[in-house]
């Protein structure tokens, strides 16, 4: 059996937090935090897989910012192998903008189940980008209005095949490869083949440089 997937909880209220233990499957809580200061001190201890953060979180430096865009500025580079999924009430446009940009690999509201949650912070340990249904075509037209007038990614798109065009669609909109490799009929070795040559011919890095390359081009 694989490990379980260490995660930590980032909420200042205490029965949500309860209620994540009670309902998370496949997942080990190896610890809590309720503001700012804690969080990134545990962070930083624990190296975990996953964080799960609330966005509106206090003990921040700066009112205008919320708790949780703090967090990820200053955690992000103290476990750069730990994925961030946000969990907050809030799905305002404003909100979820901010914490993708910090860093974060994804954004779920609190009315998602337990089930949801599970799967979202295992899709998310594994590269993906997770956003809850309601908010997912939003995100990209927040992305969209972020970034201002569409760039041209003509040039940039003739980089690459046919194929790799059709994967770096699928992997920006935060399919898995086995994912991608089904809805192509391809195997996942040669996604993973075709992902490596995307990132290397557009100089980008990681899956979620990608996805925001991609959401700012409209090319989703």
């Known amino acids: 059996m694989p490990d379980e997937l260490r995660v930590v909880v980032v909420d200042d209220h205490s029965i ?9 499957d ?13 969080a990134v001190a545990r ?11 609330d966005v509106h979180l206090p003990g921040g430096d700066d009112p205008s910012v919320p708790g949780g865009e703090e967090v990820l500025r200053r955690a992000v580079p103290l476990a750069p192998e730990t994925r961030f999924l946000a969990l907050s009430v809030s799905d305002a446009a404003e909100d979820v903008v901010r914490v993708i940009r910090a ?10 189940s337990g089930a949801e949650v599970s799967h979202a912070v295992h ?12 908010l997912a075509g939003f995100v990209l037209d927040a992305f969209g209005a972020v970034a201002g007038e569409t760039a041209e990614a003509t040039d940039e798109l003739d980089r690459l095949s046919v194929r790799e065009q059709e994967v770096m669609r ?13 809805e192509l009929f391809i195997s996942p070795k ?5 992902m490596s040559a995307v990132l290397r011919k557009l100089q980008l890095s990681s899956r979620h440089e990608l996805t925001v390359w991609a ?3 409209r090319l989703l």
Do not use: M, N
């Open 16 to 24: 949500f937090r309860s209620g994540l233990r009670a309902d998370l």
């Open 26 to 38: 496949g997942v080990s809580i190896v610890d809590e935090a309720d503001d700012v200061a804690s």
């Open 43 to 53: 962070i930083e201890r624990h190296q975990p897989d996953v964080v799960l953060l």
């Open 103 to 112: 860093g974060a690999r994804g954004y779920i509201t609190k009315g998602t």
């Open 123 to 134: 899709r998310v340990a594994e590269g993906d980008a997770v956003f809850s249904p309601r």
């Open 170 to 182: 699928l992997i920006a909109r935060g399919y898995a490869y086995k994912e991608v490799a089904s």
């Open 190 to 194: 040669t996604v993973e083949t075709h």
């Open 215 to 217: 959401t700012e081009r």
